[in-house]
């Protein structure tokens, strides 16, 4: 296993602080453009994979192989079972096919962000009552931690920017969550693929960093035609002030 990989290999600890598991595996719900990046970056990282789309495994065929042994292909309520981790980056007008019952006390990674215009109105999103990943949250039931992040990240800057640790062009990503010990969690990934973290609060202040703030997209280009520029290294300090930023 590469050093990378062995920081990934952490403990969780129980109440009484026993020892209970290692966290080995990343469970996507998704492989698309993020899901396939968090795949490549993962397995580069030296942890296993569990891909899963809506079209079924066969589907994913090609791009198992690309990943290589670390890699398979699953059902979505297969992955969502077998992930440490679990990351669901889909549109978020999917958001109730997601599976419940594998999910049961786990960490829930979201990328999400709502798009009307791919999504169709969600009301309660268009009335400002929740936020895409409070609705997730709100579904998937209280004993499902949901962190969200990696959704203010254009795709092929986040499968360009991850440095080590401590290196001075490392990068930082926003994550929010109303459980501290799933942030934890959130953190520890993200430091494994190589991103530093700043914790922007509880999940409901996971809209700072949604498309149309100055968090989203911006701070990792050097112009506002982000998805046009090469990727720019964003520091925690950066993150901050673009999160402050957003106002309240
Ligand atoms: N693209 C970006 O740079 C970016 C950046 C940040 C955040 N995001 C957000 O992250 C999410 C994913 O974005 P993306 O660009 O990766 O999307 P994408 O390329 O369109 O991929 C979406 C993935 O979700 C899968 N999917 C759809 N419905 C599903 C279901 N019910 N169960 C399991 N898998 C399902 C799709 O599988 P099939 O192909 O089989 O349908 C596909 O693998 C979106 O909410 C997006 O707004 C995107």
């Given at each position: 296993?590469?050093?990378?990989?062995?920081?990934?290999?952490?403990?969780?600890?129980?109440?009484?602080?026993?020892?209970?598991?290692?966290?080995?595996?990343?469970?996507?719900?998704?492989?698309?453009?993020?899901?396939?990046?968090?795949?490549?970056?993962?397995?580069?990282?030296?942890?296993?994979?569990?891909?899963?789309?809506?079209?079924?495994?066969?589907?994913?065929?090609?791009?198992?192989?690309?990943?290589?042994?670390?890699?398979?292909?699953?059902?979505?309520?297969?992955?969502?079972?077998?992930?440490?981790?679990?990351?669901?980056?889909?549109?978020?007008?999917?958001?109730?096919?997601?599976?419940?019952?594998?999910?049961?006390?786990?960490?829930?990674?979201?990328?999400?962000?709502?798009?009307?215009?791919?999504?169709?109105?969600?009301?309660?999103?268009?009335?400002?009552?929740?936020?895409?990943?409070?609705?997730?949250?709100?579904?998937?039931?209280?004993?499902?931690?949901?962190?969200?992040?990696?959704?203010?990240?254009?795709?092929?800057?986040?499968?360009?920017?991850?440095?080590?640790?401590?290196?001075?062009?490392?990068s930082a990503l926003?994550?929010?969550?109303?459980?501290?010990?799933?942030?934890?969690?959130?953190?520890?990934?993200?430091?494994?693929?190589?991103f530093d973290t700043v914790?922007?609060?509880?999940?409901?202040?996971?809209?700072?960093?949604?498309?149309?703030?100055?968090?989203?997209?911006?701070?990792?280009?050097?112009?506002?035609?982000?998805?046009?520029?090469?990727?720019?290294?964003?520091p925690v300090?950066?993150i901050?002030?673009?999160?402050?930023?957003?106002?309240?």
């Open positions: 296993m590469e050093a990378r990989a062995i920081r990934a290999v952490s403990r969780n600890r129980s109440a009484v602080g026993v020892v209970v598991a290692y966290m080995v595996t990343l469970g996507l719900i998704g492989s698309g453009n993020i899901g396939s990046t968090l795949a490549r970056l993962a397995v580069d990282s030296g942890l296993d994979v569990v891909l899963s789309n809506s079209r079924g495994p066969e589907t994913l065929r090609d791009l198992v192989a690309e990943l290589g042994p670390r890699a398979r292909a699953a059902t979505a309520a297969e992955a969502a079972a077998a992930g440490d981790w679990v990351v669901v980056t889909i549109p978020v007008k999917a958001y109730q096919q997601v599976p419940r019952e594998p999910l049961a006390g786990k960490t829930v990674l979201d990328t999400g962000n709502y798009y009307p215009q791919r999504d169709g109105n969600i009301p309660e999103l268009d009335k400002k009552e929740t936020t895409d990943s409070g609705l997730l949250q709100g579904y998937l039931g209280g004993d499902v931690h949901v962190v969200k992040v990696f959704n203010n990240i254009y795709f092929k800057h986040l499968g360009l920017l991850p440095r080590p640790a401590g290196a001075a062009d490392r926003p994550i929010a969550g109303d459980d501290a010990g799933a942030k934890a969690q959130a953190r520890e990934l993200l430091d494994v693929l190589g914790d922007a609060g509880p999940l409901a202040e996971g809209r700072r960093f949604q498309p149309d703030t100055p968090a989203y997209g911006l701070p990792y280009a050097s112009a506002a035609d982000f998805m046009n520029e090469p990727p720019q290294p964003a300090t950066a901050e002030a673009a999160l402050a930023a957003a106002g309240n």
